[in-house]
Nanobody, 122 residues
């Protein structure tokens, strides 16, 4: 059974930081690469960052250099450290399994948790 619970979102000002957390069941973390995705108002969900089982990380161009994804298999958790937040980072953030598809990183499962809202104000 897939269990994904995101937390850590909030309202911050531009330039500030947030750290998101994702609790997933152990079987998922041990079997898959993991990723963070986001959906901004009026837009489709998009890939943000991914981390492989070997801890190799990947980032979308829009967050490269500002965000950092990490995982702690012992705690069954995935994290997203977000620094230098911008207005355009406002979105609901989701974690999920991830794989590199023909058009880039995508989720393996179509199941999504409730996400966590990140709102960046000026």
């Amino acid at each position: 059974q897939v269990q994904l619970v995101e937390s850590g979102g909030g309202l911050v000002q531009a330039g500030e930081s947030l750290r998101l957390s994702c609790a997933a069941n152990g079987r998922i973390l041990s079997s898959y690469a993991m990723g963070w995705f986001r959906r901004a108002p009026g837009k489709e969900r998009e890939y943000v960052a991914a981390i492989t089982q070997s801890d190799i990380t990947y980032y979308s161009d829009s967050v490269e250099g500002r965000f950092a994804i990490s995982r702690d298999n012992a705690k069954n958790a995935v994290y997203l450290q977000m620094n230098s937040l911008k207005l355009e980072d406002t979105a609901v953030y989701y974690c999920n399994t991830a794989r590199r598809g023909p058009w880039g990183w995508e989720s393996v499962f179509d199941y999504w948790g409730q996400g966590t809202q990140v709102t960046v104000s000026s």
